[in-house]
T-cell receptor, first 113, second 113 residues
Framework: GQSLEQPSEVTAVEGAIVQINCTYQTSGFYGLSWYQQHDGGAPTFLSYNALDGLEETGRFSSFLSRSDSYGYLLLQELQMKDSASYFCAVRDVSGGGADGLTFGKGTHLIIQP | ETGVTQTPRHLVMGMTNKKSLKCEQHLGHNAMYWYKQSAKKPLELMFVYSLEERVENNSVPSRFSPECPNSSHLFLHLHTLQPEDSALYLC????????????FGPGTRLTVT
């Protein structure tokens, strides 16, 4: 089976940098994804790491260490619109090989002015 | 219409009712998914379809019955639900079943009374 752990809530100040951590346990690992979900909205894809290292996309970066079963999402130059829930997710490889995603419980990011 | 659409957006039903949720994707994707999102819990994968064939049923009770008539449409038929089934039901699609990026619809907020 799969399980992911991430903090339930993080608070940061507008303009600052925040890091949201995710640790995982999986029977088969294909990569770590990050999704953003605003209240009342649909999850939207942010990033994906299959290999160790840092992937940068604008203000958001994502890091993976497969040996540590650990990753993080880094948000820079925080804006009020970044207030949302952030989910890490791994592909859930069933015996049949078909994949959905297994999600963490999500981190609620609160941005203060 | 673009992306992934879901209807209805809100649904209230009694435990003896039968209703259906509809999902349509306009992205030319080959895989579609149903997820359940309850308060304080992570998104839970329910079903995976690849090229109209169900490839995963994640131990979902039989009162939930999926249908995928073609690669653009996905239904979730509901009957004799329980109050604990009240949740946000999200549909998603991806290019193929092993794609790491999934596109989510806005969800159907279901309340079972």
């Amino acid at each position: 089976g799969q399980s992911l752990e991430q903090p339930s809530e993080v608070t940061a100040v507008e303009g600052a940098i925040v890091q949201i951590n995710c640790t995982y346990q999986t029977s088969g690992f294909y990569g770590l994804s990050w999704y953003q979900q605003h209240d009342g909205g649909a999850p939207t894809f942010l990033s994906y790491n299959a290999l160790d290292g840092l992937e940068e996309t604008g203000r958001f970066s994502s890091f993976l260490s497969r040996s540590d079963s650990y990753g993080y999402l880094l948000l820079q130059e925080l804006q009020m619109k970044d207030s949302a829930s952030y989910f890490c997710a791994v592909r859930d490889v069933s015996g049949g090989g078909a994949d959905g995603l297994t999600f963490g419980k999500g981190t609620h990011l609160i941005i203060q002015p | 219409e673009t992306g992934v659409t879901q209807t209805p957006r809100h649904l209230v039903m009694g435990m003896t009712n039968k209703k259906s949720l509809k999902c349509e994707q306009h992205l030319g994707h080959n895989a579609m998914y149903w997820y359940k999102q309850s308060a304080k819990k992570p998104l839970e994968l329910m079903f995976v379809y690849s090229l109209e064939e169900r490839v995963e049923n994640n131990s979902v009770p039989s009162r939930f019955s999926p249908e995928c008539p073609n690669s653009s449409h996905l239904f979730l038929h509901l009957h004799t639900l329980q109050p604990e089934d009240s949740a946000l039901y999200l549909c998603a699609s991806s290019q193929d079943w092993d794609s790491y990026e999934q596109y989510f619809g806005p969800g159907t907020r279901l309340t079972v009374t």
